[in-house]
C-alpha cells in the first residue's frame, strides 16, 4: 500500500489524543493496558517541573483519523556559568507495526525539530541504541561520544554473574528496603534546597537540579529509587540508586551522588554502602573522579548524541558534560 492510498497527517499531540497514545505504545512498544503504564506516561510527560512534553503523531487521514504515529520530546534544562540553557531529550516514539517501514519515524522526528526550533530550545539530547542511532544521524544529530560506565562488583561470585548476564537490564526496579524511599528523602523542599546549596559547581554543562527536579526526577514510587543518607539529615550528603535484574545479576545503578564540596573520601563511602546495603551482586554508574573501588566498563556506555536547534554549532565536546547516569538513564 503506498503512501498516496494513505496520506499521512503529522500534527502536535492534543490532551484528547491520550488514549489511542497509549493504545499505539501498547500495540508497538509492548506496554500493558493497565493504570501503571498510564500512572508513568503521566509522571513522566505531564508533571515534569521543567514542563509537559511537547508530542507529535501521525494520523492516518484515510482510515478513520488512527493515530499510527508517536514521537515526543522530554523537557530539560542545563546551567553552565549561571546561563540556564533550555533542551529536550529525545525519548518515546512508537510506529504502528502496520506502518512501519513508511518513514513514519524520520517524518515525526523533522516536524518537532522545525517546531522545538520556533519554541526556543537550544538543543536535542539523547542516548539511541545500536539500531536507531543511524536514523538520527542522517537528520542532523551528532556524535558527542560514548559515556564511560564504571562498575564494583560485591564479590568473584557476583562478578561472575555479571559477565554471565548478556542482556540489558529490566526496566521495572527489584524491592529494596536499604535507606529512604526517595519520594520521601526528597519530600522536604527546604532540606534538599539546603542540600543543593553546598555542592559543588561543576564545569560544564550539568541539569539544573532543584528540589522540584529532585522530587519528581526520583519521586515515582513504582521506579523504586532509593537514597541512602551520609548522616542524619539530607543536608549531610546522600546517594540515589535503584536495584534492577540483568540476567541472573542483580544491578544497583547510582543515578546521583549529592555531596557536600564533592567530598571524595564521603563520596566513596556512600558508593561502597549502596553494595553492601542493597545485596546486589555489582553498582554501576557514570565515571567519576572517585574510584572507590570502581573499574572501568570498555565500551559499554550509553552513546551521547546532539542536536543543535538555536544555531548549527558543534556540540559541547564529551569533557563539557557534565552527566549522571540520572541524566541519561532510559526510564
Known amino acids: 500500500m503506498s503512501d498516496l492510498e494513505h496520506p499521512l497527517t503529522i500534527r502536535p499531540s492534543r490532551e484528547a489524543d491520550l488514549p489511542a497514545v497509549l493504545a499505539l505504545l501498547e500495540a508497538s512498544m509492548g506496554w500493558l493496558p493497565d493504570d501503571l503504564h498510564a500512572r508513568f506516561f503521566t509522571w513522566k510527560h505531564a508533571e515534569n517541573p521543567f514542563g509537559p512534553s511537547p508530542a507529535w503523531v501521525a494520523v492516518d487521514e484515510a482510515d478513520g483519523c488512527h493515530i499510527v504515529g508517536y514521537r515526543t520530546f522530554l523537557r530539560w534544562e542545563f546551567a553552565r556559568h549561571g546561563q540556564r540553557l533550555r533542551a529536550v531529550r529525545a525519548v518515546d516514539t512508537a510506529t504502528h507495526p502496520?506502518?512501519?517501514g513508511r518513514g513514519v519515524f524520520?517524518?515525526?522526528?523533522?516536524a518537532a525539530i522545525d517546531d522545538l526550533r520556533a519554541r526556543g530550545h537550544a538543543f536535542v539530547f539523547n542516548t539511541p541504541n545500536e539500531r536507531s542511532l543511524p536514523g538520527y544521524l542522517k537528520m542532523g544529530w551528532r556524535t558527542v561520544g560514548r559515556l564511560p560506565v564504571e562498575m564494583r562488583p560485591r564479590s568473584a561470585g557476583?562478578?561472575?554473574r555479571l559477565l554471565r548476564a548478556r542482556?540489558?537490564?529490566?526496566?521495572w526496579s527489584l524491592p529494596c528496603d536499604a535507606g529512604l524511599a526517595a519520594a520521601d528523602a526528597f519530600g522536604n523542599r527546604a532540606a534538599t534546597t539546603e542540600l543543593l546549596g553546598t555542592l559543588e559547581?561543576?564545569?560544564g554543562l550539568v541539569t539544573h537540579r532543584s528540589a522540584e527536579f529532585l522530587a519528581w526526577r526520583y519521586g515515582f514510587g513504582l521506579l523504586g529509587y532509593r537514597v541512602l543518607l551520609a548522616?542524619?539529615?539530607l543536608e549531610d550528603g546522600a546517594i540515589v540508586f535503584r536495584l534492577r535484574r540483568r540476567g541472573t545479576a542483580t544491578e544497583a545503578a547510582i543515578t546521583d551522588q549529592l555531596v557536600p564540596g564533592a567530598d571524595r573520601r564521603l563520596s566513596a563511602s556512600l558508593a561502597r554502602r549502596v553494595l553492601r546495603e542493597s545485596g546486589a551482586?555489582?553498582?554501576?554508574?557514570?565515571?567519576?573522579?572517585?574510584?572507590?573501588?570502581?573499574?572501568?566498563?570498555p565500551r559499554q556506555g550509553p552513546v551521547l548524541v546532539y542536536r543543535?536547534?538555536?544555531?548549527a554549532a558543534e556540540p559541547p565536546p564529551q569533557r563539557d558534560w557534565a552527566l549522571a547516569l540520572g541524566d541519561v538513564e532510559l526510564f
Open 308 to 311: 543543535p536547534l538555536a544555531d
Open 106 to 110: 524520520s517524518r515525526l522526528t523533522l
Open 167 to 171: 542482556t540489558a537490564a529490566e526496566k
Open 98 to 100: 502496520d506502518y512501519q
Open 231 to 233: 548522616g542524619r539529615e
Open 281 to 297: 551482586d555489582y553498582a554501576v554508574r557514570l565515571r567519576t573522579e572517585t574510584r572507590a573501588g570502581f573499574v572501568p566498563l
Open 201 to 203: 559547581s561543576p564545569h
Open 158 to 160: 557476583s562478578l561472575a
